[in-house]
């Protein structure tokens, strides 16, 4: 989800200088940001492989395209050498503790060092652990529902789908309760470095917040050191393959990786899911009917809304794609909120259907670099929906959010206000509070 961090690494001015913030593709436009299908569509149907001068970049909207590129070892992660990035890193060089975040960051690198650290955080972050949650969350979802039932009405992102993802990353890596909303505001921060035009301030924020998450995982990974606990971080201590285990930086990256990854789309899945079922009431009521579509339902919400709308590579060995000789040093954005519209792979897809299956949508990558916290965000967005319909089974609201995020990389709506309605009994299973 990282992925455009290096290219997009600079302040205002070098931005500017690159060509980003100006011309006919201007994804930063609130009409755009509004409504991005229009544009993905424009970009799918001109050609295969599209260049974007303003950008620098090449990109596709294709769905086989894509697919190619996130498989194929000739497009990787790793951007040293591609000449933009090493300007862009030029013109941080005053900002040590974010190249480190880069050169270490699973997202950042390929190859045996990414299969080598990948391999190590799965022995951590295993299918039981998260399977295990299933029934802490559905306590949470109902704890926060608890909360707005008397006022009879809420604010979906602010009451349910910030708080969530929030509760369950912090108690997944296993940092205290007391210290929630200063990681959610570092992981607000460090997210802006994904898009530095979206916010105010350009990289001050993130790089703020990438010091502050470095020297607080440290101090807590020295803690678990000395008293292991049944949470990620003593796990992550502990993994250790063929006597090799992940040394002292690599667990801070991924600490923070998994910090602002776990939260800032999976807020934006859960806040775009109830939104769509605003808009789409014929399918809201398919799904009260049958609530055994939920899991289909998500999957359709995550293609039809993908949180992460685009992610690229750089190209590392010579190739041929869509009729277009590549050199090394070329960067291929996927548009994956166009690929996941691509009639090519899916039948009618701009129709939004709770109950369709069959071709994968690409929401969560594919490949070496596939989600690694795909079936926690699954399972968290199942529970928050299925709470909420059940609690609240005529929740009503309008069809347009407050806003939409202004970042071109992150989709997700900013305000989404209901009408709760009248509430049904809430079924316990025991788990402790959310507080
Ligand atoms: C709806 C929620 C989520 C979406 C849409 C999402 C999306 C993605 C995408 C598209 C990638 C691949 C990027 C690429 O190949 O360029 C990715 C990778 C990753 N995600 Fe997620 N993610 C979500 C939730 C989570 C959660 C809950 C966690 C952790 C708890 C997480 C941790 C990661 C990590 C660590 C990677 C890097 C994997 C690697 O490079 O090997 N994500 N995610």
């Given at each position: ?14 931005m ?79 900002a ?36 295990r ?31 969530l ?18 990681l959610?505001?570092?992981s ?78 999976t807020?934006n899945?859960i ?92 929401s ?18 199942e ?53």
């Amino acid at each position: 989800m990282l992925r455009m961090l290096q290219r997009l690494v600079a302040s205002d001015r070098a931005m500017r200088a690159v060509g980003l913030v100006a011309g006919p593709f201007h994804p930063w436009h609130p009409d755009v940001r509004r409504d991005p299908y229009p544009t993905w569509r424009r970009l799918r149907e001109t050609a295969p492989l599209v260049r974007v001068r303003l950008l620098g970049a090449w990109a596709t909207g294709r769905y086989a395209l894509a697919e190619r590129i996130l498989r194929d070892p000739a497009f990787s992660t790793d951007r040293n050498g591609v000449p933009m990035v090493d300007r862009m890193r030029r013109a941080t060089r005053d900002a040590p503790e974010l190249q480190s975040l880069f050169d270490e960051n699973l997202l950042m690198i390929d190859g045996p060092r990414h299969a080598r650290q990948r391999g190590l955080v799965g022995k951590a972050f295993t299918p039981r652990r998260v399977e295990r949650l299933r029934g802490r969350i559905e306590a949470i979802v109902d704890e926060l529902l608890d909360r707005v039932a008397g006022a009879g009405r809420m604010e979906v992102m602010r009451d349910l789908a910030r708080p969530l993802p929030g509760i369950v990353i912090g108690e997944l890596l296993g940092t205290p309760a007391a210290d929630r909303e200063v990681l959610l505001r570092w992981s607000e921060e460090l997210v802006e470095l994904l898009d530095p035009l979206s916010g105010r301030e350009g990289i001050a924020p993130p790089r703020r917040a990438t010091a502050a998450a470095s020297a607080y995982f440290r101090r807590l990974l020295a803690e678990r050191r000395a008293a292991p606990r049944d949470d990620l971080l003593s796990a992550m201590l502990a993994a250790d393959e063929a006597g090799e285990s992940l040394s002292e930086s690599e667990l801070i990256s991924l600490c923070t990786l998994v910090l602002a990854a776990g939260h800032e789309t999976t807020v934006n899945l859960i806040g775009s899911a109830v939104l769509l079922l605003l808009r789409h009431p014929d399918q809201r009521r398919r799904l009260q009917d049958d609530p055994s579509l939920l899991p289909s339902a998500v999957e359709e919400c995550l293609r039809f809304e993908p949180p992460v709308q685009i992610t690229d590579r750089a190209v590392v060995a010579p190739c041929e794609l869509g009729g277009v000789a590549l050199r090394p040093g070329e960067i291929v954005a996927v548009v994956i909120a166009a690929a996941n519209r691509d009639p090519e792979r899916f039948p009618d897809p701009e129709r939004f259907d709770v109950a369709r299956c069959g071709e994968r949508h690409l929401s969560f990558g594919l490949g070496s670099h596939f989600c690694l916290g795909a079936s926690l965000a699954r399972i968290e967005t199942e529970l928050a929906l299925g709470g909420l319909l059940r609690r609240f089974p005529d929740f009503a609201g309008g069809a347009e959010p407050a806003g939409w995020r202004r970042s071109a990389i992150l989709r997700g709506p900013t305000a989404v206000p209901i009408a709760l309605g009248a509430a049904k009994p809430v079924r316990r299973t025991g788990a402790e509070s959310a507080a």
